[in-house]
């Protein structure tokens, strides 16, 4: 399978940055609090470095003691202030006694970035009901008692970004995942009714989602799986940065309700709006193959539904697709420049509506 290299787009069509525009770099508060919950690893471990090279002073909430010990003196590397707090985000106390922590510690919380979730790869027949429920817990519920701590700062004083990092599959179900696909779709929908309510509010909070595509994170090793073969992330495949990049840009930019990340997001988004019940079929046919490699799951593969995988073992941000991840989008810049493009292109199509004219005055 190739490496793809589409861009990483928004739902207005333009690319998701790699770098916010200098323009949003200059109205950052300096040294700002920012929290990022499922930090020890994947999306949430490459979002709190790229903070932290921002000079954010950030909040890391996982459960696994090597992950988040790696992912504290990753974050000062980057030149950011870490502290590294083990939370269980299904457990809506343990969240609450966090955010006091981290104002009491690193000051007021600017920026809060919903990242944490588990699963289960296998036929929803071959699923408990307590580990359904587990799945929800953490990768719903943990999402929503995050954004509940979140408000409690951030209401007093009116301003704040929370940003929910979500899927392709917040829109649209795919086999082997019924558990996650029923996570994201609720996600989509509690976070659509707060935007809602903080408009009809005129609040200073602003809310905004990320749907992310395929991206190599190390949770096909260490996710919960009765598959006969490894777990891999359905081609073409994201590195973590790029995601990265699309959260730092949705945390500048927050007025815009959603980014689509990736042209493949924006592709399966398109087909299951216009044509859903052929995208079913498609993926009845091809759902299982697509999300498993050619070699047998190993016997000894961690599981970290109930208890955290990386607890005495770092796994980093990525998983074992580097050979077959884009590193980088290939239109980074239109992101960045949104207003000019959609300027630049009224002009064209001015000036092309304008040499018909003539033509046909001749």
């Known amino acids: 399978m190739t490496t793809s290299t589409e861009p990483a787009t928004n739902n207005h069509g333009a690319s998701a940055s790699p770098a916010p525009s200098t323009a949003?770099?200059?109205?950052r508060p300096p040294g700002r609090v920012?929290?990022?919950?499922g930090s020890s690893g994947g999306i949430g471990r490459a979002t709190a470095v790229a903070f932290a090279r921002t000079g954010a002073k950030v909040a890391l909430l996982a459960r696994g003691t090597a992950g988040l010990t790696a992912a504290a003196a990753e974050v000062a590397a980057a030149g950011g202030t870490p502290l590294p707090l083990e939370v269980d985000v299904s457990v809506a106390d343990e969240?609450?006694?966090?955010?006091?922590?981290?104002?009491?510690?690193?000051?007021?919380?600017?920026?809060?970035?919903?990242?944490?979730?588990?699963s289960v790869f296998a036929p929803f027949t071959e699923i408990s009901p307590d580990e359904f429920k587990r799945v929800t817990e953490v990768s719903y519920l943990g999402y929503v008692y995050g954004t509940m701590a979140a408000l409690r700062c951030m209401v007093p004083r009116n301003r704040g970004t929370i940003?929910?990092?979500?899927?392709?599959?917040?829109?649209?179900?795919?086999p082997l995942q019924s558990a996650y696909c029923g996570a994201k779709h609720a996600i989509?929908?509690?976070?659509?009714?707060?935007?809602?309510?903080?408009?009809?509010?005129?609040?200073?909070?602003h809310?905004?989602?990320?749907?992310?595509?395929?991206?190599?994170?190390?949770?096909?090793?260490?996710?919960?799986?009765?598959?006969?073969?490894?777990?891999?992330?359905?081609?073409?495949?994201?590195?973590?940065?790029?995601?990265?990049r699309a959260v730092i840009y949705a945390?500048?930019?927050?007025?815009?309700?959603?980014?689509?990340?990736g042209g493949s997001t924006m592709k399966v988004l398109a087909a299951n709006a216009i044509v859903p019940a052929v995208?079913?079929?498609?993926?009845?046919?091809?759902?299982?193959?697509?999300?498993?490699?050619?070699?047998?799951?190993?016997?000894?593969?961690?599981?970290?539904?109930?208890?955290?995988?990386?607890?005495?073992?770092?796994?980093?941000?990525?998983?074992?697709?580097?050979?077959?991840?884009?590193p980088a989008s290939s239109q980074l810049w239109a992101s960045q420049h949104h207003g000019l493009l959609v300027s630049g292109t009224a002009l064209v199509g001015a000036a092309a509506a304008l040499a018909l004219v003539r033509r046909l005055l001749r």
């Open 251 to 261: 945390a500048d930019h927050p007025r815009r309700r959603e980014y689509w990340v």
């Open 24 to 27: 949003a770099a200059d109205a």
């Open 279 to 326: 995208l079913d079929r498609y993926l009845a046919r091809t759902g299982y193959e697509s999300q498993q490699t050619d070699e047998a799951k190993p016997a000894d593969q961690p599981a970290n539904l109930w208890e955290p995988a990386d607890v005495e073992r770092d796994f980093g941000a990525h998983g074992a697709f580097d050979d077959r991840s884009a």
């Open 34 to 37: 920012v929290v990022v919950t």
């Open 188 to 205: 989509q929908g509690f976070n659509e009714a707060l935007r809602c309510e903080l408009l009809h509010d005129r609040s200073g909070i």
């Open 163 to 174: 940003v929910q990092v979500g899927s392709a599959l917040a829109y649209r179900g795919i």
């Open 95 to 118: 969240v609450d006694a966090a955010a006091t922590r981290i104002e009491a510690e690193l000051g007021p919380v600017d920026v809060w970035v919903n990242v944490a979730f588990t």
């Open 207 to 244: 809310t905004t989602m990320v749907q992310m595509p395929a991206v190599n994170t190390p949770q096909f090793s260490w996710v919960l799986s009765r598959l006969p073969r490894k777990a891999q992330p359905v081609p073409p495949i994201y590195q973590p940065e790029v995601a990265a």
